[in-house]
């Protein structure tokens, strides 16, 4: 067991932050270019911390596994980014975006972190505006903004359905700057294979170059993990093909806690699986919930082509149950609507796991022109995967493994249970806690980046000025480098007959069955037990090809495969310790008598934070979560 | 489901100082509802159970936006249909028994690593040179402190789409890369924020273009006609303004 200290500072909410800024320890200019910080990952959380500590001076090392920084899967986001500016006089303002985020995430998330990023929100936006992202506008000139689910003001800054690109690309130009300036070294085609703790504190990291195949050392103060999620646990997810958990997991491995593994956003909007060969599920923003309407016939198996159901014969279930939300009700509680609709044998669409997301009545309303100018890009995209128009009939839609609430334990310095060692953005437990809120993950990601880890880092980074260069020939590094290169050659000298792609495709089916959108003790129980064999089947029957020494795409999934299939365990694990319903959290034991997730807070209102044991069963540390200025409330959006 | 039958000659390469060679693949089972790099990754699945060595080459997001993949398909950049990348093109675009040659990108300042695998960094010099606004965290005044015309906006928008793919580049028989450049000054040459720093960034700019080995403009228009993103020629108009203005 360890201490869990979440350093949340003392005093009312609004005043946390300040005070903490105020009482942080400072390190000067001159001692800033003597300490060097490993960054990984270059996503909405990486690119915007390391340009923001390279802008200070630091001396940053930065490392992703794509070709470019520009590529992270942060690019793909579409809908938008949330800020309390409250543009649109709707009684917007940070505590209503707390609130909102708090409820959102079913009451499992820390007030004073969720707090400070609803406080850093506005920053976040006048930042990327300095920086030429170009947000849509009024023809006044000034920004605009939309609405996003469960929430009932309109506070979604956004650039058509592609946000997520151009926010990622000026972060890019800010980090692109640094890398001019001398301040940050670039280390793309790299996968971090091991952590390197030294005297307790990470000091390190092991890295593949994936074109040469050299194993790397590479030495720092401080190292901060910026590496995303793990929904493409799932196999089939709206993440790139290539996101995984690797870092993350071998942070959990040498010491840092995995805070609530089992949550899991699944997004009620993705194109449906049209194929077994399908590699990935591609998301449709949330925002097109904001005028496309949601429905299923209204009579078991009714074939007739969309269009031709007049609306008597029409189920617009979110409206019909959730009347005060309607169709931008949460996205965990959209999900659970369309796969009950589905599993009661309403859906539509070849396989009948779909629904309609309709558009029909907007267009009559706003005209082709209005819809286009808000989604044309993502209507293309249907297009282009379905060859259906979606401004002629339905798009179908159905849930998909999207976004993991759950990540490494941090307190509210952002730091995990191994000094030195940072957890920002996604690779993070903190903010969102049993479900996400449409449009926050890009403002958590930037936020934690830009302006709080910069500020945190430093009560680390304070007492170490007079701490030399890290060398990479300390034995903590021949042993991570060892264990690194034996894990690989036991990889490739497995010698069976599956490729790395077909386990993942069995873990993925695994985990969506049983420890997906609904979960029940017995088939977690089964899950756990056919995780376990498949992990043994991985390790006699698995088939690399190819040479160590350079580019080994085959051998790139392996790795990472090795550790979905622990991975997927402890999801389980902390699954079956949960036996209440909490945001995307489902036990079927649990729920009101209408079916919606009951949380019990007496026994669950904690953080899960799983501590590694070796070969027996992970530790289970709770961080009590105190409610001291929110009233827990059963959640509805009815 | 209808199955379709391809003959694949791909470009196979060990490394970038190693010669090329065409390598036909006969692949069964090819449905037309797969994308380009799900049916590529079919082939790997088969070729790696054989016991032969996959094709390399790159993917990541699949949904058109993360660059990543690009490849030249029956010669053409992503493929012969407008608008897509490669991960997006769909297998229904190709008939039965059709026979695909399949090549990277093919221009000096983006050397192959691996069979379609190339090495795009020289976009990124490009960006460091000066693809930026110089405001560091902390110093944005309040967001709608400026007010920006939503025509110019737009069209700032619309040259920042690029997705840094390079088929522009692949396209051209100058290997140029106009039209990637032009996207980056041409949005911040139309946004008040961008003005300050016009100048530099596009004198800058250029110099690392023509440093990183990169022809001139051909004028022929192959970039935009390629590019999946589609964006405009008439950028390169304005980084051409842009740049006798800076001169």
């Known amino acids: 067991m360890v201490t869990l200290n979440s350093k949340i500072p003392e005093g009312p909410l609004e005043e946390k932050w300040t005070k903490y800024k105020a009482n942080a320890r400072r390190v000067n200019p001159a001692n800033k270019k003597k300490l060097d910080i490993i960054v990984v990952g270059t996503g909405i959380s990486g690119a915007p911390a390391a340009s923001a500590l390279g802008e200070l001076g630091y001396n940053v090392k930065v490392f992703c596994y794509q070709d470019t920084p520009r590529r992270a899967h942060s690019v793909a986001a579409q809908g938008g980014i949330n800020a309390a500016k409250n543009y649109k006089n709707d009684g917007d303002s940070v505590y209503q975006l707390f609130y909102d985020i708090i409820k959102g995430g079913d009451f499992r998330a820390r007030e004073a972190n969720v707090y400070r990023i609803a406080e850093v929100s506005n920053q976040i936006i006048d930042h990327f505006t300095a920086i030429g992202v170009p947000f849509a506008r009024e023809y006044g000139g000034t920004l605009t903004t939309r609405s996003f689910g469960g929430v009932q003001v309109s506070r979604t800054f956004y650039s058509r359905g592609q946000t997520g690109q151009q926010v990622l690309l000026g972060a890019y130009s800010s980090l692109s700057r640094q890398v001019k300036e001398g301040t940050v070294t670039m280390y793309p085609r790299r996968d971090m294979l091991d952590l390197v703790v030294v005297d307790g504190k990470a000091r390190g990291i092991i890295a593949r170059n994936l074109v040469t195949g050299a194993i790397e050392r590479h030495s720092a103060h401080a190292v901060v993990l910026a590496t995303g999620g793990y929904g493409t646990i799932y196999y089939l997810s709206t993440l790139a093909v290539n996101s995984n958990a690797s870092a993350a997991w071998k942070a959990y491995k040498k010491g840092a806690l995995f805070a609530n593994p089992s949550f899991v956003q699944i997004h009620p909007s993705s194109v449906p699986q049209m194929n077994e060969f399908q590699s990935k599920l591609t998301l449709m923003s949330e925002s097109l919930r904001n005028d496309g309407r949601v429905w299923v016939p209204k009579n078991k198996g009714d074939k007739r082509p969309a269009n031709e159901i007049p609306e008597e014969d029409r189920d617009y279930y979110l409206e019909r149950r959730y009347p005060a939300f309607g169709n931008l009700v949460p996205r965990d509680v959209a999900s659970r609507a369309a796969k009950e609709r589905c599993d009661a044998g309403y859906g539509v669409g070849p396989t009948g796991l779909a629904v309609n997301l309709d558009f029909r009545d907007a267009i009559k309303k706003q005209g082709k022109k209005a819809i286009e100018a808000k989604y044309g890009n993502l209507f293309e995209m249907y297009k282009d995967i379905t060859g259906i128009d979606s401004y002629e009939e339905p798009m179908r839609i159905y849930p998909a493994g999207h976004y993991t609430m759950g990540g490494l334990w941090v307190d509210y310095e952002l730091m995990t249970t191994i000094p030195g060692l940072f957890a920002i953005g996604e690779a993070n437990f903190s903010d969102h806690g049993a479900n996400r809120l449409g449009a926050s993950s890009l403002m958590q990601g930037a936020g934690d980046g830009y302006f709080i880890l910069p500020y945190t880092i430093t009560n680390f980074l304070a007492p170490e000025i007079r701490t030399p260069r890290i060398k990479t020939d300390l034995p903590e590094f021949d042993e991570a480098e060892k264990n690194a290169v034996e894990n690989i050659n036991r990889l490739m000298s497995v010698g069976g007959t599956e490729t790395a792609s077909s386990f993942h495709k069995r873990l993925g089916k695994i985990m969506w069955d049983h420890c997906g959108m609904s979960r029940n003790e017995q088939g977690l129980l089964e899950a756990r037990r056919m995780i376990r064999e498949l992990r043994e089947e991985f390790w006699k029957e698995l088939k690399v090809p190819g040479k160590t020494d350079e580019v080994n795409q085959e051998l790139e999934k392996a790795i990472r495969m090795a550790d979905f299939l622990e991975l997927g365990e402890l999801m389980v694990l902390d699954a079956l310790n949960r036996k209440e319903s909490c945001g995307a959290h489902f036990r079927e034991e649990s729920q009101t008598p209408d079916g919606e997730a009951q949380r019990i807070d007496e026994q669950y209102a904690y953080v899960a934070a799983w501590e590694y044991n070796g070969e027996n069963e992970p530790v289970l540390n709770r961080e009590p979560l105190n409610f001291e200025f929110v009233e827990l409330k059963q959640r509805s959006y009815k | ?247």
Request: with cysteine; proline share 4%; glycine share 8%.
């Open chain 2, 1 to 247: 489901m209808q199955n379709m039958k391809l003959k694949l000659k791909i470009w196979k390469q060990r490394d970038a100082s190693s010669r090329g060679r065409f390598v036909t693949y006969d692949l069964d089972g090819v449905s037309p509802e797969m994308s380009f790099v799900e049916m590529l990754a079919y082939l790997n699945e088969k070729l790696v159970l054989k016991g032969d060595e996959p094709v390399t080459f790159e993917h990541d997001c699949h949904e058109g936006i993360c660059g990543s993949c690009g490849m030249y398909i029956n010669g053409y950049p992503h493929g012969p249909v407008k608008g897509l990348t490669t991960c997006l093109l769909s297998m229904r675009y190709f008939k039965d028994g059709e026979t695909i040659v399949i090549e990277p990108w093919r221009a000096k300042s983006f050397p192959v690593i691996k069979d379609l695998m190339v090495d795009r960094s020289a976009f990124d010099k490009i960006q460091q040179a000066g693809g930026f606004i110089s405001v560091a965290v902390g110093a944005a005044p309040e967001a709608n402190t400026i007010p920006v015309r939503k025509h110019s906006s737009d069209l700032a928008f619309d040259a920042s789409v690029c997705i840094g793919c390079g088929a522009c580049v692949a396209a051209c028989k100058n290997a140029s890369a106009m039209l990637f450049v032009s996207a980056k000054v041409s949005q911040y040459a139309l946004l008040p924020q961008g003005r300050p720093e016009a100048k530099e960034r596009v004198r800058d700019m250029i110099a690392e273009m023509d440093k990183q080995g990169f022809g001139s403009c051909s004028n022929t228009g192959a970039c935009e006609a390629q590019c999946p993103k589609q964006i405009k020629l008439f950028n390169i108009a304005r980084l051409n303004r842009e740049y006798i203005k800076a001169l």
